[in-house]
């Protein structure tokens, strides 16, 4: 992760993300993973289990307002007709959110029109399912293990699988992203050490099992949720995607010539963040990065507000801007003082994660006349927040007080809106019952009217929205909500807001919808901007109306089918100066030509058969777990796998193609000619490269003396730009020096030949060797990890480059752990990927045995 800024001096990248909740995450990884050099700038801070604020003062700072000296996790909206909460920081909503991943049901993807029609979403269900598979299995969801000692005492989920059974209505464990075992299919047991998935984590922290805290909503300490630093933006990292944290974006506008520019700001976060700053605060230089493709996951409010704010700069872009937002029918209602044959029935909110059921209502649209529309009621939880009141007020059993204190936090989060006090309504409402072991949270959710516009106001973002239009759906959800209560014996209580008119939604989606058209949507049916190649929505603002469930699963696995699409694009555009790409298809999903296209024909490269061979240590080798055994990326990414740009051409042509990753880091010195000064010399600036290498055809890269395959990728040469794009690139392994046919027994070469652009658009050649020489095979190691480079001026072909001025040299090494991971990273397409990967092996082996092996005469 890098918390240091770079100077604007033309840092051009493949794709920048901007944000990373679900859209955002998710993409940073499909494309870094595919090998496209990737920013992502993240307004918020990092947060490592252990982290997450606990005590008054940190609660009371753990807001987002920079421009009060506030850069905590929450972000909260207060709007016409709703307030809002969301989140910033590294991980976005995930951070916060109650982990549940539910698929939009399959009958939902319409959007209600007057008079009782429909009209369907340009995606469908069968559209997201393979993507919904892959989201699934990389974030890593289960059901509360409800049969299982200690799970089974968890009183609220058992209460409401009772009052749904005397209901006759459907209740659910739904999937959560919790780990409650150490691997995925591990026993479940309470703070077990949880096993790293093979990307390693981003925070470098452990993480131990959910010890069923409730606490959830506030961030976990225990890093047992999955929240997405854990799983998406640590194998991003893994897969080279720099991970800007603090780093605000302020602006975008199309870039001259194609592609986009990115305007935004380093924030100077205090150290001690919750400390009370007195710093004057200085006004921030803004900085641009330019891009070919522009992702947008900074979250309904973060996309639709940047879009608004730069719109002049995207003339032509849809009327749809804005339009279609909603709440997803959030309704927060209360039951309190649950009884059972006139005693108290304990229903424990604050044990087990905050939500563990779900109640599904049923939709007309399901085949069932006169149901309405439908929704789905869970059970909510609050944190113990013990801690906080006995550091507060000393008085650990005085539950008044405690009452008292957690509504105070509850309305400082309201602080600053001048029209709405609510302390005194919440704390009649709540009375002596909030936290009594007999209350319980209800939260409602459902397809209400996304018929709520978000629009700009002197410069600020504002929404109008009603509860109106969605009158029928809310009255239908409380009065399930009050039918649970019934049978629970329990008081029901609507949230305060709700006689103002109010909800609070922690759900907002729209702003920039999908649509068949310009005339419909802001962007087409894989997120891109209509008009605006290139330029993506991938969060919740894409959604053209509510998901019905918790959105984020849906939001992720569109975001999952963006970036396949987005690939492809890439991929197919790779020959004309479009960035490389390695792997078109992560999840094994086609989108090609479905439902959704907004020409129906999709234009997309052709369809074909893609084979992974599974790399040569073995997909999932040493991971335990059903979905690991399948193959599946369910505890750590299977790396490609499942395409490759040579793959088309390969498959259609009988041969077979080869590839892998290599990543290079170490350091030349700009003016210095010879490898080995320059890389020790006192001035040196660090130089790294990730590559791809492909042969196209392994049969003949093998056979011929040149062994010669394509290299792309980006080279990162600090101070010159930072990451460029190899806009060509060749490598050749065990090159024979003497050019005889009978071959230099002692000595081969490895050559990369890297062409690129700097920062100030002056044409670049990397240059490198590695020497293979003869000698013991304790050389192997350091012979075939030692690059020694030159950084040529202008484009320099081999025979050119003895008079080519020579700008740098130096000397690059690959990290045994960066080895270990290309070694899994090895790839091939075609009929005969195992026999090809074990030729490849024996090519390779067969090499440096002639260097290294015995000399036998
Ligand atoms: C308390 C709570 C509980 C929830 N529970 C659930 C649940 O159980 N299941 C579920 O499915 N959903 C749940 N949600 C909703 C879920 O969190 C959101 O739907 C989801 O996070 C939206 O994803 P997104 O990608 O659209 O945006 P987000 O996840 O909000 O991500 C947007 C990111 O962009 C960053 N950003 C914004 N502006 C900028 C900028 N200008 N520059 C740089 N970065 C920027 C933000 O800091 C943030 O990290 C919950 C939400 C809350 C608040
Ligand atoms: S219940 Fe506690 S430990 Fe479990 S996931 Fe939620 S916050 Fe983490």
Not at 98 to 112: G, I, P, S, Y
Not at 241 to 265: F, N, S, W
Not at 543 to 569: F, K, W
């Amino acid at each position: 992760m890098s918390e240091g800024t770079r100077n604007s001096g033309g840092e051009h990248v493949d794709a920048v993300v901007v944000g990373s909740g679900f859209g955002g995450s998710v993409a940073a990884y499909r494309l870094a993973e595919a090998g496209l050099s990737v920013v992502l700038l993240e307004r918020g801070q990092p947060y490592p289990p252990g982290a997450f604020p606990r005590s008054p003062a940190e609660m009371g700072r753990a807001f987002w307002d920079p421009d009060a000296g506030l850069y905590g996790m929450f972000d909260v909206w207060s709007f016409k007709g709703c307030d809002s909460v969301v989140s910033a920081g590294l991980g976005g909503g995930s951070l916060i959110y109650a982990n549940v991943l539910l698929r939009k049901d399959e009958n939902w993807f319409v959007n209600d029109l007057p008079g009782g029609a429909h009209e369907p979403w340009p995606i469908s269900r069968a559209d997201l399912d393979p993507h919904y598979d892959a989201v699934e299995r990389m974030i890593g969801a289960a059901p509360y293990p409800l049969d299982r000692v200690p799970y089974d005492n968890t009183p609220k989920t058992h209460a409401m699988q009772d009052a749904a059974a005397e209901l006759g209505l459907q209740c659910t464990l739904p999937p959560l992203a919790v780990s409650f075992a150490e691997r995925p299919g591990g026993e479940p047991g309470i703070s077990l050490p949880i096993v790293d998935a093979g990307y390693g984590n981003i925070h470098g922290v452990p993480r131990r099992t959910c010890q069923l805290c409730g606490e959830c909503d506030i961030g976990c300490n225990e890093g047992a949720k999955n929240s997405l630093d854990h799983n998406y933006l640590s194998a991003a990292e893994h897969h080279g995607a720099d991970i800007r944290t603090c780093h605000e974006v302020k602006a975008l506008r199309p870039r001259p010539g194609g592609g986009y520019e990115v305007d935004y700001v380093h924030h100077d976060v205090p150290r001690d963040p919750f400390a009370v700053s007195l710093k004057k605060r200085r006004r921030l230089p803004i900085r641009t990065i330019t891009c070919d493709r522009l992702v947008l996951g900074a979250g309904t409010y973060g996309t639709t507000y940047l879009l608004l704010k730069s719109r002049e700069a995207f003339p032509g872009l849809s009327d749809a801007l804005g339009t279609r937002f909603s709440g997803n029918g959030d309704l927060l209602t209360f039951l309190l003082r649950a009884t059972d044959r006139n005693r108290v029935r304990p229903l424990n909110a604050s044990r087990g994660p905050v939500i563990t059921t779900a109640i599904r209502l049923p939709d007309e649209l399901d085949d069932v006349p006169g149901a309405g529309r439908g929704a789905y009621i869970q059970d909510g939880g609050y944190p113990g927040f013990t801690d906080w009141i006995v550091e507060r007020y000393d008085v650990a059993n005085d539950f008044e007080r405690a009452v008292k204190f957690l509504w105070e936090r509850f309305t400082d989060m309201f602080r600053g809106r001048p029209d709405t006090n609510l302390s005194k309504e919440i704390s009649e409402l709540i009375g002596d019952g909030a936290l009594t072991v007999s209350s319980l949270p209800l939260l409602g959710m459902g397809r209400d009217t996304a018929d709520g516009r978000l629009r700009l106001r002197d410069g600020m973002l504002s929404a109008e929205w009603t509860t109106e239009t969605s009158r029928a759906l809310f009255d239908r959800v409380r009065r399930t909500m009050r039918g649970i209560a019934d049978v629970l014996g329990a008081d029901y209580a609507d949230n305060p807001m709700w006689f103002r008119k109010r909800i609070i939604t922690v759900h907002p989606l729209g702003g920039a919808p999908m649509g068949a058209h310009p005339g419909e949507g802001v962007c087409d049916a894989f997120g891109e901007v209509f008009g605006f190649p290139g330029l993506y929505i991938a969060d919740g603002a894409a959604m053209p109306g509510p998901v019905g469930p918790n959105p984020s699963l849906t939001i992720a696995a569109q975001a999952d089918r963006l970036a396949t699409r987005l690939l492809e694009h890439a991929s197919a555009q790779g020959g004309a100066g479009g960035p490389a790409v390695t792997a078109p298809s992560a999840t094994g999903a086609e989108p090609g030509g479905d439902s959704g296209s907004p020409d129906g024909a999709g234009d997309g490269p052709p369809r074909e058969a893609r084979h992974g061979s599974g790399g040569m240590t073995g997909t999932g080798s040493g991971r335990a777990g059903g979905a690991a055994r399948n193959g599946s990326a369910a505890y750590g990414p299977v790396s490609g796998g499942h395409g490759v740009t040579g793959g088309s051409s390969a498959v259609a042509s009988g041969r077979t193609s080869l590839w892998f990753t290599e990543e290079m880091k170490g350091f030349v010195t700009y003016g210095e000619s010879d490898p080995r000064t320059g890389g020790r010399a006192d001035g040196r600036r660090p130089l790294s490269f990730r590559l791809t290498i492909t042969a196209e055809d392994t049969d003949r890269f093998v056979r011929e003396p040149g062994h010669r395959a394509r290299a792309e990728g980006w080279v990162d040469a600090s101070g010159h730009g930072g990451r460029r794009r190899v806009e060509h690139g060749t490598f050749n392994l065990f090159v024979d020096p003497s050019g005889d046919a009978d071959g230099e027994v002692d000595r081969r070469l490895m050559r990369y030949r890297l062409f690129y652009t700097d920062g100030e658009g002056r044409a670049r050649t990397l240059s490198g060797t590695k020497n293979v020489l003869h000698g013991p095979p304790t050389r192997i190691w350091p012979d075939t990890s030692t690059l020694y480079v030159r950084l040529l001026d202008g484009h320099v072909d081999e025979e050119d480059e003895g008079r080519a001025e020579v700008v740098a040299a130096g000397v690059l090494h690959i990290r045994l752990t960066d080895f270990a991971r290309q070694l899994t990273t090895f790839r091939t397409a075609g009929p005969d990927g195992a026999e090809t990967l074990l030729n490849f092996g024996r090519f390779f082996a067969g090499e440096l045995w002639e260097v290294y092996g015995p000399d036998l005469v």
